[in-house]
């Protein structure tokens, strides 16, 4: 997902303003046992519900750009989501075993060179959405 872009962010703090001025309940003495909701709007709950969990989801995941060469070198032992660059069809989660200045080494037993990184091929740290592997 691409990273919030600063309207969309001001987007999204406009629509939890208003949901919280939806969820203001009336106060007094004729609803002292059972306040309704009121505000501006009414907004059934489970709607407000998907809203606030739409609004979470969006601020919650980064952007998910490939590695940088600095990145790539301190992932030793984890996993990578390596991808083929086209026309080449290939996409696999992969764990990195050891790095140098020429070669990325695999605990599969194969590895990429690394002058070819953004060329041939590419590394995430998580799965890009749409890709499928296809190894």
């Given at each position: 997902?691409?990273?919030?872009?600063?309207?969309?962010?001001?987007a999204?703090?406009?629509?939890?303003a208003?949901?919280?001025?939806?969820d203001?309940?009336?106060?007094g003495?004729?609803?002292?046992?059972?306040?309704p909701?009121?505000?501006?709007?009414?907004?059934?709950?489970?709607?407000?519900?998907?809203?606030?969990?739409?609004i979470?989801?969006?601020?919650?995941?980064?952007e998910?750009?490939?590695?940088?060469?600095?990145?790539?070198?301190r992932?030793?032992?984890?996993?990578?989501?390596?991808?083929d660059?086209?026309?080449y069809?290939?996409?696999?989660?992969?764990?990195i075993?050891?790095?140098d200045?020429?070669?990325v080494d695999?605990?599969e037993g194969?590895?990429?060179?690394?002058?070819?990184?953004?060329?041939?091929?590419?590394a995430?740290?998580?799965?890009p959405?749409?890709?499928?592997?296809h190894?």
């Amino acid at each position: 997902m691409d990273e919030l872009k600063p309207k969309e962010s001001e987007a999204l703090d406009m629509l939890e303003a208003m949901l919280d001025v939806a969820d203001m309940k009336v106060t007094g003495p004729l609803y002292a046992d059972d306040p309704p909701r009121s505000g501006l709007c009414r907004i059934p709950e489970e709607d407000a519900a998907k809203l606030r969990q739409y609004i979470a989801d969006r601020r919650a995941t980064p952007e998910n750009k490939p590695l940088t060469m600095d990145e790539l070198h301190r992932m030793v032992g984890d996993p990578v989501y390596v991808k083929d660059i086209p026309p080449y069809d290939y996409a696999a989660w992969k764990v990195i075993s050891d790095i140098d200045n020429k070669q990325v080494d695999f605990t599969e037993g194969d590895g990429y060179e690394l002058k070819g990184y953004g060329k041939t091929w590419l590394a995430y740290a998580r799965k890009p959405e749409g890709s499928e592997p296809h190894a």
